[in-house]
């Protein structure tokens, strides 16, 4: 079983990197045009930048699996700012291309919990479509849009839980189908287990992200690990890639659901432990507030267990 490590945006150990600078909307309403352009344009440039500098220290690092921040482009899917984010950036997106398929680097999105298809007011389906499409238009101008995953929740229950998913079947046909087939979904913390999550990725076709923080802060009593793994990684089975899976561990015991600085290699050893017993090559994100440094921090515990063979900055054979 070889397992791979990458982690999310914002490389901490590098110096002033984030590829997450941003403007608000009221900003941008004080500007006048010209300024509004300019600074659209500087932050956006910047993020790119920031972008390709976490690519190159991915690759010396060896960590192959890299979550690019959805926001790059500030204000890109709100109404009332429309601007070309693609054209004057091209030559930065295809540099960020060229270094994830030239390195054999394995990219996603994760669009916010506001780009959601549960919902019964149009509008914010609509604007679910619009950041889809919004994350579908960056993909394609860096030539990764056949490749990198845009991983999203399910939504919100809104009382009632089989009309949230009813609505979202319908709404999801809103999605074109290049969109849809990059499209993963993962379950939540809160709301949709891991089976609900499965069940509508089955009748959609569309691959599963499994998190296994949230199975266990949101877990159905029947639910187990040696059943569900097995038909998640079925799911993606037409894809390229090997599956993918979250890892995180609880901040506290009082404060479950939020991210540690680090994953607590011992939470996650039952999970690693079941992968080793299906043999099965899986993509792992660190989703923990240290980024970069828990990802390798992370692989450095895993390749301390008997029997496991670090290959690489950040993978292993077990």
Not at 55 to 72: C, D, P, T, W
Not at 85 to 103: A, C, M, N, R, S
Not at 186 to 204: G, H, P, Q, S, V
Request: proline fraction near 4%.
């Amino acid at each position: 079983m070889r397992l791979r490590f990458g982690y999310v945006a914002h490389p901490l150990m590098l110096w002033n990197a984030t590829p997450s600078k941003t403007m608000t909307f009221s900003r941008w309403n004080q500007l006048d045009p010209e300024q509004r352009l300019e600074d659209l344009n500087r932050i956006t440039r910047t993020n790119l930048e920031h972008t390709i500098r976490a690519l190159h220290h991915n690759i010396a690092q060896e960590i192959e699996l890299y979550r690019f921040s959805s926001s790059l482009v500030p204000l890109a899917t709100h109404q009332e700012v429309d601007w070309d984010y693609i054209t004057p950036f091209q030559d930065l997106y295809l540099t960020i291309g060229d270094l994830v398929k030239e390195h054999g680097l394995r990219t996603s999105f994760h669009p916010n919990q506001f780009t959601l298809f549960t919902s019964d007011k149009a509008h914010v389906s609509g604007n679910a479509v619009h950041d889809m499409n919004y994350h579908y238009a960056v993909l394609e101008a860096m030539g990764l849009e056949k490749q990198a995953a845009i991983n999203l929740h399910v939504g919100g229950a809104y009382g009632n839980k089989s009309a949230a998913i009813d609505r979202f079947h319908a709404n999801l046909k809103q999605l074109s189908k290049p969109v849809k087939q990059q499209m993963t979904l993962e379950n939540d913390d809160k709301t949709y287990t891991a089976t609900e999550t499965l069940e509508i990725c089955e009748r959609e076709g569309i691959a599963m992200m499994f998190d296994y923080h949230h199975y266990w802060a949101n877990r159905d009593s029947e639910e187990s690990l040696e059943e569900l793994l097995p038909r998640i990684f079925q799911t993606w089975q037409n894809h390229p890639w090997p599956p993918k899976v979250h890892i995180s561990s609880p901040k506290s015991e009082q404060q479950f659901r939020s991210h540690a600085d680090y994953v607590d290699v011992e939470f996650a050893k039952p999970f690693l432990k079941q992968l080793k017993a299906i043999d099965q090559d899986v993509d792992v994100m660190i989703e923990a507030k240290q980024k970069d440094k828990a990802a390798l921090q992370f692989v450095e515990d895993v390749a301390a267990i008997r029997g496991v063979k670090r290959i690489g900055g950040a993978s292993i054979i077990w």
